[in-house]
């Protein structure tokens, strides 16, 4: 396991092109999962949950999408069409975080929200761990009311992204990243 300073320093996203088999094994994704839900959670809500698509299931949503797509784009071509039904087929895994974000008298909504997204990048940081390539997307379904019911979300629930989890089959370089004195100020 590498050194847990080396590995925040070097984590990287995998491109989506670059996933591969294995995905992470039953024992693996529920570690990740456990590690996805040990963040930030003022007032103990839990306002997040988890869907995993793996297996046959990547097809079957990837099939619910296709169904939105060619009735809300009739003139969607083919190569749309494919696309959608293999978009969840990329990665071995793909777990959905959602944000049960909700009024709350004294925990603000943002707040919740927040608290969701730090579980898609305990995600990430969680399968640089155990070895494994993983990226964070946020598509069209997270913004289409049709595309997240299709996903099994209630009306008042928000998709904060897609972690696509698998074997990296490419290692990418380093991005430059943003110099310390462009955005660090001290008050």
């Known amino acids: ?23 992470p094994s039953a024992d693996q994704l529920n ?15 839990a306002p997040w949950r988890f869907i995993v698509l793996e297996g046959e299931g990547r097809a079957r949503a990837g ?13 969607a071509g ?23 974000a909700a009024p709350h008298v004294k925990i603000p909504e943002w707040e919740q929200t ?6 898609a990048q305990n ?9 494994f390539g993983a990226t964070w997307l946020t598509e069209w379904p997270a913004y289409d009311a049709d595309g997240r019911a299709a996903l099994g979300l209630s009306e008042a629930e928000r998709i904060v992204g897609f972690v696509y989890v698998g074997t990296a089959v490419q290692k990418l370089e380093d991005r430059p990243r943003p110099p310390l004195d462009e955005i660090v100020t001290y008050f």
């Open 1 to 23: 396991m590498p050194d847990a300073i080396d590995l925040l320093l070097t984590r990287r996203s995998t491109r989506i092109l670059d996933f591969a088999e294995p995905g």
């Open 31 to 45: 570690t990740l999962l456990t590690i996805a839900a040990r963040v930030p959670d003022h007032g103990k809500l």
């Open 78 to 100: 083919e190569k749309r069409m494919a696309f959608e039904l293999e978009r969840f087929t990329r990665a071995p895994v793909v777990i959905t975080v959602v944000s049960r």
């Open 123 to 131: 995600l990430l940081v969680a399968a640089a761990a155990l070895g």
């Open 63 to 75: 099939a619910a999408l296709a169904d939105i797509v060619a009735r809300k784009e009739p003139d």
């Open 114 to 119: 927040l608290s969701a997204a730090a579980c």
